[in-house]
């Protein structure tokens, strides 16, 4: 599955951190909840200040957006960009084929 995000160019640059802070931010899109830059450091189990520099990175590279909290100005929240919600959704799809591919395999004849 590594390979196959490496094969995506939305996704191949993402070290361990920026990838856990990609998949907080996937997540919570699919149950249409936002997320602030704070929130993404505590979802993904770093440090706020390695948050923050992942989260410039990813929007450096235009993988991630951030913007204003509409109800808070405050607050800044963040969202994959509208091409890398699309390379995770096909990681995601790829990743279940081949997951389960492995647990056909394993099952009893």
């Known amino acids: 599955m590594r390979r196959r995000r490496a094969d995506r160019a939305e996704l191949a640059q993402s070290a361990e951190p920026a990838w856990d802070i990609m998949l907080d931010i ?16 505590i979802a993904a189990g770093i440090a706020p200040a390695t948050a923050q520099r992942w989260i410039k990175k990813l929007a ?46 394993e099952e009893p004849s």
Not at 26 to 41: F, H, P, Q
Not at 75 to 98: F, G, N
């Open 26 to 41: 996937y997540a919570c899109a699919l149950e249409r909840i936002d997320l602030s830059v704070t929130a993404v450091g």
């Open 60 to 105: 450096a590279l235009g993988v991630i957006e951030r913007l204003a909290d509409p109800r808070d100005r405050r607050r800044k929240l963040v969202r994959l960009s509208p091409a890398a919600l699309a390379a995770m959704h096909h990681w995601q799809t790829e990743a279940r084929a081949i997951l389960e591919q492995i647990v056909r395999r």
